[in-house]
Structure formats: structure tokens, C-alpha cells
């Protein structure tokens, strides 16, 4: 419990960020949604979200808000009008979010957001739901939402909610935003983009073969910075792109080998190390209260 929790009654609860090891797009469902095939891999940074319960049943907004996110736009404040109606709470919460993550990065930033205020709110309200059950209202916020409410390493299959937990080797990785962001709808509207990826299998991915993402070369082509952030890190390994972008990273096996790389990359890029994690640290968090 930090200092800040201590003074005010509240409590601060991790939401860490994702990458997407590989991210294929397998087809196209009749409602219009794209099918994909992704590996989740959880991180040990991310942001903060601190919590304080009200009586008064208000939820609102404290601290900076999150850049260009209207409040009734931010997930994570969507997230507990969901728990509350779901649940018929009648308490409420202050919610603040301590913004680590890069918006627009496809590093997963608000949807974990939404999945650590659904988790902490459901323990912190004694709503009582189970993780199936905060894991369904997840997915009405994000495809994404679930598997940082599950908290573990995931194959990903459907629109990225069909999870089967993986076990993946300790690993480190440089992270790079460049500091663009195309918003997802239009580069899926992209006809360069493949969709119509073979169907592969977790054998496939586990032998090294799977490691392409459907929307890096859509955005090589139209965004000149993520060109150059991929070329950049493709001076020190494989690179990569994360989710739709414009988060970029490169894989090592071990921290300082990570951060001799991150130290070649031109000072210029944004970029920094982080750790991937097994165990969502937000589950190590919960068993605490």
C-alpha cells in the first residue's frame, strides 16, 4: 500500500501492458468482425489506477485525465458503470489513472485499465463475480479486456477472446513508440492488408514459425515513423510490431543483453526495457486484499 493510499483511505492496483508476440488475421466473421490468431504476453510495466470506494454510489474522475478521452469515453470509468449496473451496486468510486502506457502503442494500455478497475472494484465492493463473469464484461469493453482480467499469458483466437493459457520462457524486451497513432478501424479498412491467413496451430507458434504481424507492412508504408522504429530495431534483433501498432519491440533472453541493445538504439527513440511476466502482477496485488 503506497503513502498516497495510507493518507486518503484508498488503494493503487497495477494494469500492465501486453504485447502481441505475432497477430494474423484469419478471416472475416458475418457481423463484420475480423477473426485473429495472436499470442499474449503480459509485462511487468504498465500504469496505476488508484481506487477509493464511495457511499454516495457516484463513480467519478480524479487526478489528470487521460489525453483527448472524454470521461464517458474513459474505459476505465465505462468499466465501473458496467461492474455497478451488472452487479447492482450501490456503492461508487473515485477513479485515477496514472498513465504509463502510451496511448495508441497497441501495448494494451486502456483496456488493462478497464480490467484492473473491474477486478479491484469487484473485490473492493464485495461484488463477489467470477472471473468468467468479469471476463464477459471485459469483452463489451474490448476484445482485449480479458486476458489482463484472466491475468496470464494467452493464445488468442475469435476477435481475441477465445484464451488458452501458454507458457512461455523468461524474457526481456526494448520497447520503441514512435509516436504515431492510426486508429485500428482504418487499418483494417486497408486493402493491403492480408485476411486471409492459414489457420495455425500453438505447435506452430512454439516452433519459432509464427512471428509476422497482418498490420506491419500496412503501416511501414503509411507511417514513416513506425519504418523507421522497425529499422532502428532491427539494428540490435528481430523487430516487431505490437497489436495494430504503433508500438514496436525486440525479444531477449536476458535483461542486460535487453539493455545493450536498448543502448545502440539512437537516443532520439522512445524507448525502454521491461520485463514479461507469467503472472499478472494485478493477481499478486488481489491476493492481498
Known sequence: MSRLDAVDGGSTWP???????????TGR???????????????????????????DGRIRREGPSVAGVAEADDLA?????????????VQ???IGVEKRVPAGGGFGGGSSDAATVLVALNRLWGTGLEADALAALGLQLGADVPVFVRGHNAWAEGVGELLTPIALPPAWFVLVHPGVH?????LFASPDLTRDAPVAKIADFAS???????????????????????AALSSIGRARLTGSGS??????????????????????????VAAGVERSPLLDVLERY
Not at 470509468?77 to 451496486?89: G, P, S, W
Not at 543483453?257 to 532520439?268: H, V, Y
Open 92 to 94: 461508487g468510486a473515485d
Open 182 to 186: 492510426v486508429p485500428t478501424p482504418a
Open 29 to 55: 466473421r458475418p457481423d463484420g468482425y475480423h477473426q485473429l490468431q495472436t499470442v499474449f504476453r503480459l509485462l511487468d510495466w504498465g500504469d496505476r489506477i488508484h481506487l477509493r470506494v464511495r457511499d
Open 247 to 272: 508500438g514496436c519491440f525486440v525479444e531477449f533472453a536476458t535483461r542486460a543483453a535487453a539493455e545493450q541493445g536498448l543502448a545502440q538504439l539512437p537516443k532520439e527513440l522512445r524507448a525502454w
Open 208 to 230: 519459432g514459425s509464427l512471428l509476422g504481424n497482418a498490420f506491419e507492412p500496412v503501416l511501414r508504408r503509411r507511417e514513416p515513423a513506425v519504418e523507421a522504429a522497425l
Open 15 to 25: 494494469a500492465p501492458a501486453k504485447l502481441n508476440l505475432f497477430l494474423h488475421i
Open 77 to 89: 470509468i465505462r468499466a465501473a458503470h458496467l461492474l455497478k449496473a451488472a452487479a447492482n451496486i
